[in-house]
């Protein structure tokens, strides 16, 4: 017998704006092509946090020839 579940309740959590720099290049290795994207600035708004992004990081991108990309904020 097939039974349906619910689906999840979601509640949004915060909305994040940030301006980046142009991306750059840091070039082929063993997992694919990395980018780095450096975050110049930004907010965090939302009903339980509110905050400053500080420059202080960025996202780094992974794009694999073999498999789904990545992202990573640092």
């Known amino acids: 017998m097939n039974t ?3 689906p999840p309740k979601l509640t949004h959590l915060f909305t994040l ?3 980046v720099d142009p991306p750059m290049e840091v070039g082929n ?3 694919g092509r ?3 994207v450096p975050i110049k600035s930004g907010s965090v708004q939302g ?3 509110n905050g400053e992004v500080v420059p202080t990081g960025g996202a ?3 794009y694999k020839s073999n ?3 990545t992202m ?3």
Do not use: N, V
Request: with cysteine; net charge positive.
């Open 4 to 6: 349906l579940s619910l």
């Open 17 to 19: 704006r940030c301006a």
């Open 29 to 31: 290795g063993p997992y």
């Open 34 to 36: 990395r980018r780095c």
């Open 47 to 49: 009903k339980y946090i």
């Open 60 to 62: 780094d991108f992974m």
């Open 67 to 69: 498999g789904p990309d």
């Open 72 to 74: 990573d904020m640092c």
